[in-house]
């Protein structure tokens, strides 16, 4: 077969450093959604849906078949924290986790993903990040251990 194809979905978390809610300003939370979904598409990485809350972000997109997924979370995370460093003194020591989380989405579950991820606002009035990231490993059967994956 002469021709290369894929059409793989990943949904992709990640939260703040400790958890800190540094995205409480709701301009700043989605002009910095604006530029990870710019990210992506320099990556070609084609998003389909992104949101969060002040402590997390949620992304669902279609992985180019020019990137490993770890090179392309570190340079969302990286290019992504540089930026919003630059929107005033009190976001200088914001950082992401070290961590993420990575899940595959079928093209028949991609529309509940997405709304899903867009209602990250309603979803965490009755849910932490931590149990609705627990639910996220336990439904796609990761075992997790709590030791060493809230940073």
């Given at each position: ?115 899903y991820i867009q209602n990250q606002e309603e979803h965490h009035q009755r849910l932490s990040f931590q149990d609705e990231f627990r639910a996220l490993c336990t439904r796609h059967g990761i075992e997790i ?7």
């Open positions: 077969m002469p021709q290369s194809l894929a059409k793989v979905f990943i949904h992709v978390v990640f939260s703040t450093k400790h958890r800190t809610p540094w995205l409480k300003d709701r301009d700043v939370r989605k002009e910095l959604h604006r530029y990870i979904m710019s990210t992506l598409q320099a990556l070609e990485c084609w998003p389909s849906a992104l949101d969060g809350v002040e402590d997390h972000v949620h992304f669902l997109f279609q992985l180019s078949r020019k990137i490993a997924i770890m090179d392309l979370i570190e340079e969302v995370k990286t290019s992504s924290s540089k930026w919003i460093k630059t929107e005033g003194a009190s976001y200088r020591d914001f950082h992401w986790q070290a961590g993420y989380g990575v899940f595959s989405v079928s093209e028949s579950m991609r529309p509940t993903v997405i709304h251990d709590e030791r060493y994956v809230w940073d």
